[in-house]
């Protein structure tokens, strides 16, 4: 997980941009990102699970990086960039991991799909053509207690094709 250190500003008010989208709110230190997400924005994809950061239920990019939005607190988010599940569409479309996912059936209960559909996509992000060993190691943290996780990698090795054949466009 990627650390964030950012000024600490004062004031009243917390700015940040969510899924593209400059929001302001009232600041709450001691609140968890996931609250702010859930409860101020009513954005719901990414889910309470643990509590503790460890069953990454609750992540979301952070500035592009996968966090475990449970654990980060609101303090120091001023200018930070999030994107939960709910913005990873590209160009009005779901993006190739959510799409993947959807084709394969990578969920049972779906609870675990947010997070794994952001952390997934965040690895393919960062490295478009993942070995097997590396997607593993990216879900690493990424708990689903309906054992999906033959479907999961096979989601993700999919969703690695797809985004391929998005980046050649159209033939």
């Known amino acids: 997980m990627a650390e964030r250190v950012a000024p600490l500003r004062t004031g009243r008010y917390l700015e940040l941009r969510v899924n593209g989208a400059p929001v302001r709110v009232e600041r709450a230190p001691e609140r968890s990102l996931l609250e702010l997400l859930r409860f101020d924005l009513r954005l719901?994809?990414?889910k309470y699970g643990c509590g503790e950061g460890e069953c990454g239920a609750c992540t979301v990019l952070l500035d592009g990086a996968p966090v475990r939005s449970c654990q980060v607190r609101t303090v120091g988010l001023d200018g930070a960039s999030v994107v939960t599940v709910e913005g990873l569409r590209e160009s009005g479309r779901l993006n190739?991991?959510?799409r993947a996912f959807a084709e394969l059936g990578a969920f049972?209960?779906?609870f675990c799909t947010p997070g794994m559909v952001v952390s997934a996509t965040a690895l393919l992000r960062a490295n478009p053509s993942?070995?097997?060993a590396e997607i593993r190691t990216a879900m690493d943290g990424n708990l689903c207690r309906c054992?999906?996780?033959t479907r999961i990698l096979a989601a993700v090795r999919r969703a690695r094709e797809l985004a391929a054949a998005d980046r050649r466009g159209p033939q």
């Open 96 to 98: 190739a991991v959510q």
């Open 108 to 110: 049972q209960c779906g």
């Open 130 to 132: 993942p070995t097997d």
């Open 44 to 46: 719901t994809g990414a």
């Open 147 to 149: 054992c999906g996780y």
